[in-house]
């Protein structure tokens, strides 16, 4: 009885504790489906699809990889707001974040008659301290406002050429902005005049590293034309402009409107400038011509609001008055009209005359009429200022029945004459004739305006000058690219060789040098590298030493024939670059060699327009998939 009772009540607990147990574990379960349940549909709600929650009786762990740090904790926050924060596992981790796109580089310097300034950012490979000392060289006396930030990057391929051109720009630029970004270059600057500006470009253009983009918005105020000259000429073989001056751009298309209608061909240049002596310049311009194209062939020259019409030599006189008084009637109140027809002249009669050559080499003959023997030391001592006390033969008579205007008729000749490279100037009493050719292209236009103001209205005069291109000093500047093939040349024929294990030119090889420097001196400041090679016989360090001796030898000679070379450099190669086998004799002669090459940086990526950006906000730029910085600008 004792012990039946026994085995029940030990029963009846053990059932008790079963049961516990499995209510227990059903109350765990319940508990983490419900928090689990509980926590994601919590993520879900924020959309925070990226998290896994996985409970474990009373903690729930949070894993998967959160955007941002931000997102991780806000994630956090939700699985609080369901369970307890204490019971809240984080397992998480967050993206890597994107490495920080580097700035983009940029910096504008302005000049003015103020001061100099510049503003940008720039990386801390450049040398600031550097830069600075060489705007304030350039600045001279004037204030210098110093706006860099230094961004710690490395600079941009191409950012070094760049900032070291604008500020060589900058050195030729009295009022100007120049604008700077890796492999870019913008100048905007104002000239004094358009000579001025022209070779300012030229300049700029010779000077900019290969590779280097440079875009030039350069600006020149209109010329002051004194007097204000136009002259058109028409004859049996062409029609032609030896003087064209305009007030307007539209009034210049006018004029070589009504030029073209006279029978001229091709291109003109018309300078558009102040002083014009009426707003109805063009008018009158454009009806002088049409009676120029009725009469057939002659002149017609302005000079200011003087207007003066020849006709040629034979043309009908009822022809001739009925053109000079439709004109007369028609020009505007302020111009006055000169008319003339030329008489017959007999050809087996021709008349006094004076004559001055300039030779291509510089040598000036005088010979013909003059009026006095004070008119012919005038005239010699003239001619001896213009073209040198060594270079005038006279040879001239004087003669008593000249006219009272002969002596100002052959000064302004040789005026004229000065202005060309070789040619003629003709005096006779009734015409004056200046031919030959220019390196000017503003020279018939100056000459134009010389006669007109000199002569007076009722002068008739002839010119015919010829702009050759290869004359133009400026313009006949070799490119950078004309320069070292023509130096290549040079050592191929004449190959510049050393004193066996010397770095000093051989005698024989010197005359080489000469022809190098003439070349060079007309080259100007171009980005040059002087190269010397060796073959492979000897130590490999001793060859490099030898090289570079030899590079800078010749780099020194070319100092000592007065040639520029600031932007030059000598570098020695040794034995890395061979252009031939170093096993035979012939190879090894081939290697040992010195060559000019043209410094070319390698082409950097485009980027967008200048934009002066500070450190924190230049950091905001969007990096494509390959890697390069912002879009093309092309």
Sequence with gaps: MRLSSLFIIVGTFFAAALMSLIAANLSVKLIEESSEIGVRDALDAREMTWAEVQADGLQVTLAGIAPTEAVRFAALSAAGTVVDAARVIDDMEVEAAAAIAPPRFSAEVLRNDAGLSIIGLMPATTDRGAVLERIR?????????DLIEVA????????EDALGFALTAMENLPRAKVSVEAGRVSITAITDSAEE????????????????????????????????????????????????????????DRILAAAAEAGMQGTAICTVGMGVPSPNWGRAVTQAIAALSDLGAGSVTFSDADVTLIAAEGTPQADFDRVVGELENRLPDVFALYAKLPETVDPNQGPPEFVATLSPEGLVQLRGRLSDENLR????SYAKAAFGSDNVYTATRLVDDLPGTWPVRVLTGLEALAQLSNGAVTVTPDSLVVAGNTGNPEASTNIASLLASKLGEAATFDIRVIYEEKLDPVASIPTPDECEAEIAAIVAASKINFEPGSATIDASTLGTMDDIAEVLKLCGDIPLEIQGHTDSQGREEMNLNLSQARAQSVLNELRARRVLTASYVATGYGETDPIADNDSEEGREANRRIEFKLIRPKRSLPVGETTLESIAGSSDIEVPGDGTIGPADE
Aim: aromatic share 6%; glycine share 4%.
């Design 137 to 145: 060289a350039i600045s001279g006396r004037k204030p210098v406002t």
């Design 152 to 159: 710690d990057y490395p600079a941009p391929e191409g950012w």
């Design 197 to 252: 500006k022209a070779r300012l470009e030229r300049r700029l253009q010779r000077a900019s590293p290969p590779g280097l983009r440079v875009v030039m918005d350069v600006a020149a105020p209109r010329p002051v034309i004194t007097p204000f000259t136009l002259r058109l000429v028409k004859d049996e073989t062409s029609t032609r402009f030896d003087a064209c001056s305009a007030d307007t751009d539209a009034t210049r």
């Design 377 to 380: 030391n005038v005239a010699d």
